[in-house]
């Protein structure tokens, strides 16, 4: 039981390219988010997903794309890498929404230069 | 605009001594609040909950005291081990789907 993965564990990006942020889970959870960390700071919800093909933005979306194909992924898209993209991704999971304990992957570190 | 808030980020503590971690929030329709723990290079975990309808919460070494009156509630770990050195975030529910995040607490437990 793997819980959460998410690949590729670090990132660094120019300017203005694209890249996809990987997340699954094994744990047959409905709900999945992304956050991003920035440092010395918490954790801020970009996306997230109650259900396979339902997905809603969070506090700072801007920038960013989802989808959620399968219950057990949840991609996070970056399609023009800005330096304010820098910082930290973690994804989660849990199965019945935002009271229930959230399982965290292990992070993914983006650098944009 | 932080709706939760740790102050005093780095607390140093000698092993089997209590530590004790703070947190306020601004925001009175908060109804529950969770402490996750975070190694470096790995994601939060879940540490512990409490609902308002209660003014503690016990689980094992670590307790969760709420003062709704106070929007003010605190984590201690008794007795602190060094393997409790870590960051620990405090947060609460709200909206849609959205927990609202502390900068976090960075305890150093030292044997």
């Known amino acids: 039981n793997a819980g959460v993965t998410q690949t590729p564990k670090f990132r660094i990006l120019k300017i203005g390219q694209s890249m996809t942020l990987q997340c699954t889970q094994d744990?047959?959870?409905?709900?999945m988010y992304w956050y991003r960390q920035d440092p010395g700071m918490g954790l801020k919800l970009i996306y997230y997903?109650?259900?396979?093909?339902?997905?809603d933005k969070g506090e700072v979306p801007n920038g960013y794309n989802v989808s959620r194909s399968t219950t057990e992924d949840f991609p996070l898209r970056l399609e023009l890498a800005a330096p304010s993209q820098t910082s930290v991704y973690f994804c989660?999971?849990?199965?019945?929404?935002?009271?229930?304990?959230?399982?965290f992957g292990p992070g993914t570190r983006l650098l944009v230069l | 605009d932080q709706q939760v808030k740790q102050n005093s980020p780095s607390l140093s503590v000698q092993e089997g001594r209590i530590s004790i971690l703070n947190c306020d929030y601004t925001?009175?329709?908060?109804?529950?609040f969770l402490w996750y723990k975070k190694y470096p290079a790995e994601g939060p975990t879940f540490l512990i909950s409490i609902s308002s309808i209660k003014d503690k919460n016990e689980d094992g070494r670590f307790t969760v005291f709420l003062n709704k009156s106070a929007k003010h509630l605190s984590l201690h770990i008794v007795p602190s081990q060094p393997g409790d050195s870590a960051v620990y975030f405090c947060?609460?529910?709200?909206?849609?789907?959205?927990?609202?995040f502390g900068k976090g607490n960075q305890v150093v437990v030292i044997p």
């Open positions: 989660a999971s849990s199965s019945f929404g935002i009271q229930e304990t959230q399982y």
């Open positions: 925001n009175s329709m908060f109804d529950y």
């Open positions: 744990m047959n959870h409905n709900y």
């Open positions: 947060a609460a529910p709200y909206g849609n789907n959205r927990l609202a």
């Open positions: 997903s109650v259900g396979a093909g339902i997905t």
